[in-house]
């Protein structure tokens, strides 16, 4: 079975532009959750989506945004880049139904560079 | 809320000699905990996980790991470490009273010595 998997790997924006990530869950699972990753903050949960709703959200500004399509796939969305967004942004995938939701797999990541 | 603290940064061992990393939470019910690892430039890879039962859990790549309910506890052993060991690694718990996410504590970064 195929991996999550997430694109672009690599991406540098300048501050003020906005950028989009894709998200491709494991075939089967319905859940994905996305997390942000810097040195400083540690991982830290941004939101996670199943059958296209936001289930449940962290504290981040409105600026990150995400959807999810009929078919799992995710992307998530921040608008207004700043300095600090700048980190890796990890997609999970994870079964329907506790507690395998919580069994939550890991894509590669995205490694966001705001310039 | 739940918490999930390492309180070791950053450990160094001997290759062959054992390892144990340490994990502490806090959570107001039995909590799911898990075990990642991280090699540079990847994402997190899982290694074992608790649910229920046995409190002793084996993982993949020889690692294990106990649950201590008295002690609030779940850490993560191996009994003779490799170089291609040498990672971060995360602890997390998750459970239904936080929603369907989970909580990471920072992280202990190994290095491994020839």
């Known amino acids: 079975k195929a991996g999550v998997t997430q694109t672009p790997r690599y991406l540098i924006k300048t501050r003020g532009q906005q950028v989009t990530l894709s998200c491709s869950p494991i075939?089967?699972?319905?859940?994905v959750s996305w997390y942000q990753q810097t040195p400083g903050q540690g991982l830290q949960f941004l939101f996670e989506?199943?059958?296209?709703?936001?289930?449940n959200k962290g504290n981040f500004p409105g600026r990150f945004s995400g959807r999810q399509f009929s078919n799992s796939r995710s992307e998530m969305n921040v608008s207004t880049l700043e300095l600090g967004d700048s980190a890796l942004y990890l997609c999970?995938?994870?079964?329907?139904?506790?507690?395998?939701?919580?069994?939550?797999?890991f894509g590669p990541g995205t490694r966001l560079t705001v310039t | 809320a739940q918490s999930v603290t390492q309180p070791d940064i950053h450990i160094t061992v001997s290759e062959g000699a054992s390892l144990e990393l340490r994990c502490n939470y806090s959570?107001?019910?039995?909590?799911?905990l898990f075990w990642y690892v991280q090699s540079p430039g990847q994402g997190l890879q899982l290694l074992l996980k608790?649910?229920?039962?046995?409190?002793l859990v084996q993982g993949i790549k020889g690692f294990e790991a106990e649950f201590k309910r008295s002690q609030s506890s779940f850490n993560l052993r191996k009994p003779s470490v490799h170089w291609s060991d040498a990672a971060q690694y995360f602890c997390?718990?998750?459970?239904?009273?936080?929603?369907?996410?989970?909580?990471f504590g920072g992280g202990t970064r190994l290095m491994v010595k020839p």
């Open positions: 999970a995938s994870s079964q329907q139904g506790s507690p395998m939701t919580y069994e939550q797999y």
């Open positions: 075939s089967g699972h319905r859940s």
């Open positions: 989506y199943f059958s296209e709703t936001q289930r």
């Open positions: 959570y107001g019910a039995t909590p799911y």
């Open positions: 608790y649910f229920s039962g046995d409190t």
């Open positions: 997390a718990v998750g459970g239904s009273r936080a929603g369907n996410m989970l909580t």
